[in-house]
């Protein structure tokens, strides 16, 4: 396709002209470079979706948790966690959770098993299939709009971290998308209608908005492609009827939980009815109580964040300064809309009454940026269109490319940088390394007790709980509440009390949790957020003392040694990780202190971090030393976190503890807690 600016910017030459025989070389390896841009960018752009899946974001999320162990039950006995063989739409936490992202995940765990890389996996490459689907439909318009429409989705803030997470709602748009790429073909081939109005109703099993979105856009869509060429009415009912039977199940599920009375069996499928009123009544605007009052402002903030780039509130939908959209796209998104509603080209005609529905729905549901998520690809393709525009003149179009290009690189690496830190505690990590290591050293029947009830679902996806055997013991004290509460199953119990300390052997604890267990009588192993602790052997008890605090001799950058309180304070305590341990030593940035150690020393456990009042901190490195060689290094560990050691001592006469400062020096409160020595011989 000829850019309509562009035309007004050519130098016409004859065909036979010299001329016109430079032009074609010119333009040659002007396609050849960009064919070779093009692929680099694809590459960069699907590696950065499909690394480091299990690592970025660190932890697993409760959602991503909930679909994943429903699906692993689904593979590995035929039932979710609520008994259900096959169902639809899953209950999950008691208001329901959408099922095809779970469904979608199956071949990758039925392959590597229930991990966090293969959870994620689905995601990845629906993130994938959305760039080459992308810039085929650009390529099958324009070469230069192929490069486009690729470029701005491939540094778009909100598919990167669509793509690197198991969000069952971010199935959708791309689902929607598939759907949209079979329409675009039915211009030449009828049969590609029936498979797109079918992918399209499929979408109705990825979240709740596509129960409105769906038949609204199919509509819109078969009024734009008749316009293109004549349909007839065969086609039409075929397509219709296929649209129909795929969304049959979800259409039998709505009907069920507003008119059932229990679950319906279409033999092997399970049609569900909720314990508690259904979730997407209540984010469904029209159907909510004074629903209707609260459309005006939510258009309002649905409108902000497509236009606005703002974030919704909730740091894992979007990086601050940064939002689910660069804003640098919206004038550019207000063309690219401009020229759709001109040029009558069926592939825009469709973006742009994608976009128009999406917005409808959008207005109508509770918004934020996940709920709202069916606005960004559509909007993405026209940004695309409107910087196409640019194409025609060269030097404009080199420096828009370079720089959104450089955006989108700053973006990559604050991703995989900054914004890690910022989001790490929301998808607990560290949490399925302590319960694989705490259930890896209990025996088959020990009780053990994990902190909050909220990771219920985290503990049955990492421990691989049998679904048979969760359905027979979970404890639900409220089974009619939307957001039912587990206090247990099988031989795990939630909620870390004085009596469960008492009386237990074996734990899972937050970090915040961490002073609860006193290095004299648990061995505490630290894993990200979260420590596996289990209770030392009563006969080894008196082997345990606290290291002398005051025989330490050595300096600092800063102030003098903290004893049992940290540096420059008159508190007693050692605030960390929201507590506060009562033992232990106060340093600050670059220090050094050495202590002798007594004949007989075993081993030396010990805990260390920064204080809770290093916020403006850049990290510290704690390192021990024994006889002045080093045996041990915590890599930088950043404010809030806390970590535990237990350093084999073997006959060493001198200890030594320091630490060092990151960039700067700025709060380093640095914290050893609790340094506690065994020797069992007298």
Not at 88 to 112: D, E, K, R, T
Not at 322 to 334: E, R, V
Not at 513 to 518: I, M, N, V
Request: contains cysteine.
């Amino acid at each position: 396709m000829t850019n309509p600016l562009a035309q007004h910017f050519e130098i016409g030459s004859s065909p036979a002209s010299p001329d016109n025989a430079i032009g074609r070389q010119s333009k040659m390896r002007f396609s050849y470079s960009l064919y070779w841009a093009t692929l680099v960018l694809f590459v960069l752009a699907a590696a950065a979706r499909l690394l480091w899946l299990g690592d970025y974001p660190g932890g697993l999320n409760q959602d991503e948790a909930s679909s994943g162990y429903d699906a692993w039950a689904l593979l590995s006995e035929g039932i979710d966690r609520h008994g259900l063989s096959w169902p639809v739409h899953f209950i999950a936490w008691g208001s329901g959770q959408n099922a095809l992202y779970a469904y979608l995940s199956m071949p990758f765990m039925a392959v590597g098993g229930p991990s966090v890389a293969n959870l994620r996996l689905a995601a990845a490459c629906l993130g994938v299939m959305g760039l080459w689907i992308f810039w085929r439909l650009g390529r099958r318009q324009d070469q230069q709009l192929a490069f486009w429409a690729l470029l701005v989705i491939a540094t778009s803030p909100w598919h990167l971290m669509a793509s690197r997470w198991a969000l069952e709602s971010n199935a959708v748009p791309p689902v929607v998308l598939l759907a949209v790429y079979c329409l675009t073909r039915s211009k030449t081939d009828l049969r590609w209608l029936v498979a797109g109005s079918a992918v399209l109703a499929s979408s109705v099993y990825a979240y709740g908005t596509a129960y409105f979105f769906a038949p609204l856009f199919l509509l819109c869509a078969w009024l734009i492609v008749a316009r293109q060429r004549t349909i007839p009415l065969k086609w039409l009912l075929i397509s219709g009827v296929a649209a129909f039977l795929v969304a049959v199940p979800i259409m039998a599920f709505i009907l069920n939980n507003s008119f059932g009375s229990g679950h319906l069996q279409w033999g092997p499928f399970t049609i569900p009815k909720y314990p508690s009123e259904a979730r997407y009544s209540g984010m469904f605007l029209p159907l909510a109580e004074n629903g209707w009052s609260q459309i005006p402002k939510n258009s309002i903030q649905v409108f902000h964040m497509l236009l606005g780039a703002q974030d919704d509130g909730l740091p894992w939908n979007a990086a601050p300064h940064w939002g689910p959209q660069l804003w640098i796209l919206t004038p550019f998104l207000m063309l690219g809309a401009g020229y759709a509603l001109r040029a009558r080209n069926l592939i825009d005609e469709l973006m742009l009454a994608w976009l128009v529905c999406a917005l409808i729905t959008a207005c109508c549901t509770s918004a934020n940026i996940n709920r709202i998520n069916l606005i960004w690809l559509p909007s993405l393709w026209l940004s695309a269109r409107g910087l196409w525009l640019l194409s025609g003149f060269t030097l404009w179009n080199k420096i828009a490319q370079f720089s959104l290009l450089a955006v989108g690189v700053f973006f990559t690496l604050y991703y995989f940088n900054s914004w890690q830190e910022r989001i790490t505690e929301n998808f607990s990590p560290g949490l399925g390394e302590s319960l694989e290591a705490i259930a890896a050293e209990a025996p088959p029947n020990a009780p053990i007790t994990v902190t909050h009830h909220s990771v219920y679902t985290n503990s049955l996806f990492f421990l691989r709980t049998n679904p048979k055997e969760y359905v027979a013991t979970a404890q639900i004290p409220d089974p009619r509440s939307p957001f039912a509460t587990v206090n247990g199953f099988g031989r795990i119990s939630f909620g870390i009390t004085d009596e469960r300390i008492f009386s237990g052997n074996y734990w899972v604890a937050n970090r915040s949790e961490l002073h609860k267990f006193p290095l004299f009588s648990f061995d505490i192993r630290t894993f990200g957020f979260y420590a596996a602790i289990t209770r030392k052997p009563q006969s080894e008890l008196a082997c345990y003392r606290p290291l002398e605090l005051s025989r330490f001799t050595g300096q600092q950058d800063h102030g003098s040694l903290g004893l049992n309180t940290e540096v420059d304070s008159y508190n007693f305590g050692l605030p960390i990780a929201d507590q506060t341990f009562n033992f232990g030593l106060g340093v600050h940035g670059d220090s050094k202190w050495t202590t002798p150690l007594d004949s007989g020393s075993e081993t030396l456990e010990l805990g260390m971090g920064l204080s809770s009042n290093s916020s403006c901190s850049d990290g510290m490195n704690f390192r021990v030393l024994l006889d002045g060689k080093q045996v041990f290094e915590s890599g930088k560990l950043r404010p809030g976190a806390i970590h535990f050691a237990k350093i084999p001592l073997n006959n060493a006469q001198q200890l030594t503890l320091t630490t060092s400062a990151g960039y700067h020096n700025r709060c380093d409160h640095g914290l050893w807690i609790t340094p506690t020595i065994k020797r069992c011989t007298p």
